[in-house]
């Protein structure tokens, strides 16, 4: 079992800046990949960012160039920074660890971005 939560989300204006954090029960970013999903009310949840156990990152489009997804593997943390917020970031942000069919999920973090 891994246990994951979430903290760091909050409410900023657009153009602004928040980095969540993810923090792991346990040693797995070597075997784990690390994600980061958003869902905004009546939508799918979907990937944002993630983070492979050799390092490799991907990004949802939306947020390529706006978003970094990164590790520490000392305090056993994922963030996720991102900056030039809109409104459509709006969300529930859930952090998620994935390896080889075991999937597990923090509580979610609220991130709404609004004037």
């Known amino acids: 079992q891994v246990q994951l939560v979430e903290s760091g989300g909050g409410l900023v204006q657009p153009g602004g800046s928040l980095r969540p954090s993810c923090a792991a029960s346990r040693r797995i970013f070597s075997i784990y990949t690390m994600g980061w999903y958003h869902q905004a009310p009546g939508k799918e949840r979907e990937l944002v960012a993630a983070?492979?156990?050799?390092?490799?990152?991907n990004y949802a489009d939306s947020v390529k160039g706006r978003f970094t997804i990164s590790r520490d593997s000392a305090k056993n943390t994922v963030y996720l920074q991102m900056n030039s917020l809109k409104p459509e970031d709006t969300a529930v942000y859930y952090c998620?660890?994935?390896?080889?069919?075991?999937?597990?999920w923090g509580q979610g973090t609220q991130v709404t971005v609004s004037s």
């Open positions: 983070i492979t156990s050799g390092g490799s990152t």
């Open positions: 998620n660890a994935d390896y080889n069919g075991w999937s597990f």
